[in-house]
């Protein structure tokens, strides 16, 4: 019988909703999970290094939890499962696990499938270069505006939190140059968006977009509030109505910004970030996914 650990936030998303579903998910015996809790960040990344001798394991949490079981794992031998707590969710809303039933039913059927991941360079203002995975989403701009203002200020809302901080954050402009080697020359954009998943936080934005695919997808946009507004609402409506006039997919992609700025990975916010390089690793790890 294969060994599972599930990782859990007990932070993530609402107060202690990761904790109530992973003592849920403990109860069940027949699953074989055993617990262990983050005290803080990157304890996910410790407790996945230290838990070498599971067969898989399972992130309870949002796509920054996944995020540091991803960058603690034996991604070529282990298997990943998600139990999703988090504001976004997005890796887990692409595999179709949208809640503790579809997570559990993942788990029993035991189906994995090879899924991209995204391999992150970031160099920062005082010098500092960090390497590591994430699934979901790189941005710098507006959506990174939009996650910081959610997490400080809205987080008792839950999975409601981006969806009401993007009525309430004015789009601001960078300069910014992307592009494969980011040889081009500077723009003044509001928002870059680099998505390995179909979805952006509760949003599914890239509706062409998949996890086996080999490509990033990149949105570039300059839009004031009510353009973006208008974009907001067509990506509710599940419309590709007033999209961004550059949508494109690459295999890598880099940002450069002509002064340090706010950079979002998979939730998790970063400052004083002058340079990005994000380049897809195709089949980077093997998911459970909900059985068909």
Do not use: K
């Amino acid at each position: 019988m294969s060994r599972w650990l599930a990782i859990v936030n007990p932070a993530a998303g609402r107060r202690g909703v990761g904790r109530r579903l992973a003592l849920r998910l403990a109860a069940l015996a027949h699953t074989g999970v055993e617990l262990a809790e983050t005290a803080g960040p990157g304890d996910g990344v410790r407790l996945a290094r230290e838990a070498a001798g599971y067969d898989g394991l399972v992130a309870v949490g949002g796509d920054g939890t996944i995020a540091e079981v991803l960058n603690g794992m034996d991604r070529r031998r282990q298997l990943l499962a998600l139990l999703p707590a988090g504001h976004g969710n997005c890796l887990a809303r692409d595999c179709g696990i949208a809640d503790l039933p579809a997570a559990l039913a993942a788990l029993v059927a035991g189906r994995a499938s090879a899924i991209d991941l995204i391999h992150a360079r970031i160099e920062f203002a005082d010098g500092r270069v960090e390497e590591r995975w994430c699934a979901s989403t790189l941005a710098v701009g507006y959506v990174a505006d939009v996650v910081a203002f959610g997490r400080r200020r809205l987080g008792w809302l839950g999975r409601y939190a981006y969806a009401t901080a993007a009525l309430a954050v004015r789009p601001r402009r960078r300069r910014l140059r992307v592009g494969i080697d980011a040889s081009a020359g500077c723009r003044a954009l509001t928002n870059v968006v680099i998505n390995n998943t179909a979805h952006l936080a509760n949003f599914r934005a890239f509706r062409d977009a998949r996890l086996d695919d080999g490509s990033l997808d990149v949105l570039e946009a300059d839009f004031g509030w009510p353009r973006q507004q208008l974009h907001n609402l067509a990506v509710l409506a599940g419309s590709a109505r007033f999209g961004p006039p550059a949508l494109w997919a690459a295999p890598s992609v880099t940002v450069a910004c002509e002064a340090p700025g706010r950079l979002m990975v998979d939730g998790e916010l970063e400052q004083g970030v002058v340079r990005l390089h994000a380049r897809c690793e195709r089949a980077g790890v093997r998911c459970l996914v909900t059985p068909r």
